[in-house]
């Protein structure tokens, strides 16, 4: 767990190291950025069907998915990473992270190449992975910075999160005194996407967390208790954020625990080979 004030943007750092369960992983979204700081080979990124694979050496940002990504590994990986909460790459990015949204950027265009090249000496000359996550700890540290709307934008987050998407944005926007239009504006520049868009990737993302892909499962009933519609609305919903019908969701899953139970990864990444 990282230490004050960084537990309130960060939910973990984390060290990976070996052979990925696939060449490619396909991640849908999520309310949660990355910030990689790669020590091996290259790796690729696909942020939608609709656009080229791009080439990460340094590593990469991530800011808030609206749709599924598709990860590339190289044979061995090694890298250091950050799982952030939706607001919490803001205080570290140069630019709003509007821009940024489905757009990742090599770590090099965030943090400019002597700073990164500088960062990624240091965490290869240190020992182990403990003493990797502290510099990475350190680094983040240093670079914190005060951001416009963080308040605002984290306590309205955080009750969205708590009502696992359910909360009425009209409300919490009365709420706080603020008008609809400018809690949405805060939201885009520290987030990247608006409070509703936010709203929906936690009420889908709770919705799927649900899932015991190795028991029967009611889809109308999941739907319903979720909050959607109808059935027809969750599964325009599970494609839109996926690409795929909850039925193939299933049979990708149950791929995954079959061929690799008790993964590390198994909770969210899908195998995109």
Same mark, same amino acid.
């Given at each position: 767990m990282p230490r004050p004030p960084l537990d309130g943007l960060i939910d973990d750092l984390y060290y990976l190291e070996g052979a990925p =369960?696939?060449?490619?992983?396909?991640? =849908?979204?999520?309310?949660?950025? @990355? @910030?990689? $700081?790669?020590?091996?080979?290259?790796?690729?990124?696909?942020?939608? !069907?609709? $656009? /080229?694979?791009? /080439?990460?050496?340094d590593g990469c940002?991530?800011?808030?998915p609206t749709r599924a990504?598709?990860?590339?590994? =190289?044979?061995?990986?090694?890298?250091?990473?950050?799982?952030?909460?939706p607001w919490g790459l803001a205080p570290f990015l140069p630019m709003p992270a509007t821009e940024l949204c489905d757009r990742p950027v090599t770590l090099e265009q965030?943090?400019?190449?002597?700073?990164?090249?500088?960062?990624?000496d240091r965490l290869a000359s240190v020992d182990g992975p403990h003493e990797m996550l502290a510099l990475l700890e350190e680094e983040l540290m240093s670079r914190l910075c005060e951001t416009a709307g963080m308040g605002l934008v984290r306590h309205m987050s955080s009750a969205i999160a708590a009502s696992r998407g359910a909360a009425a944005i009209g409300d919490l926007s009365e709420a706080a005194?603020?008008?609809? !239009?400018?809690?949405?504006?805060?939201?885009? /520049? @520290?987030?990247?996407?608006? =409070?509703?868009?936010?709203?929906?990737?936690?009420?889908?993302?709770? !919705?799927?967390f649900s899932i015991d892909p190795a028991g029967p499962i009611d889809w109308a009933d999941l739907a319903g208790g979720a909050g959607y519609f109808d059935q027809a609305h969750f599964g325009h919903e599970f494609r839109e954020f996926t690409g795929l019908t909850p039925t193939r969701y299933l /049979? $990708?899953?149950?791929?995954?625990?079959?061929?690799h139970p008790g993964h590390a990864m198994d909770g969210w990444p899908l195998p995109a080979d």
């Open positions: =369960p696939y060449a490619r992983l396909t991640l =849908p979204p999520a309310p949660s950025a @990355l @910030l990689i $700081v790669n020590l091996g080979a290259p790796f690729r990124i696909r942020a939608g !069907t609709d $656009v /080229e694979t791009a /080439e990460y050496a940002v991530v800011t808030m990504w598709e990860f590339g590994y =190289p044979v061995q990986s090694r890298s250091v990473g950050v799982h952030v909460k965030v943090w400019g190449r002597p700073a990164v090249g500088a960062l990624r005194g603020v008008s609809s !239009t400018h809690l949405a504006q805060r939201f885009k /520049e @520290l987030i990247g996407v608006t =409070p509703k868009r936010l709203a929906r990737t936690y009420r889908f993302t709770a !919705t799927v /049979e $990708v899953r149950r791929r995954f625990l079959r061929e």
